[in-house]
């Protein structure tokens, strides 16, 4: 009996990386996924300033949060399509682990 009674703590430390890497995933992902969102938004936003005469960068960087919006960058056509481009940074380190692109493109108004 005694023996088995250590072995419920071994497996305990053996799951417990396990345990941390998956939620370092989930958490990357989660990540992402704001990222592909907030793109998504950010181009909708700047090509309604855009059909509008509005300052498209200025639209755009008014959806995100600071951190996306240090790594925006954004082209703006005169037909009013708009492109958002953002660079995902990974959790650990804060390096790029990747760069998502939105478009989207409003009729100009005047």
Request: net charge neutral.
């Amino acid at each position: 009996m005694r023996d088995q009674a250590g072995q419920v703590s071994v497996e305990l430390v053996a799951l417990v990386p396990l345990v941390v890497a998956l939620a370092a995933m989930l958490w990357q992902a989660a990540l992402a996924g704001q990222a592909v969102w907030l793109a998504g938004s950010a181009a909708r936003a700047a090509a309604r300033a855009q059909a509008v005469d509005g300052d498209a960068p200025a639209a755009a960087r008014g959806v995100l949060p600071d951190g996306l919006e240090r790594g925006m960058r954004i082209r703006a056509d005169d037909d009013g399509s708009v492109e958002v481009r953002l660079a995902v940074r990974s959790i650990f380190g804060g390096g790029r682990l990747a760069t998502i692109s939105s478009s989207a493109r409003f009729e100009p108004q005047g």
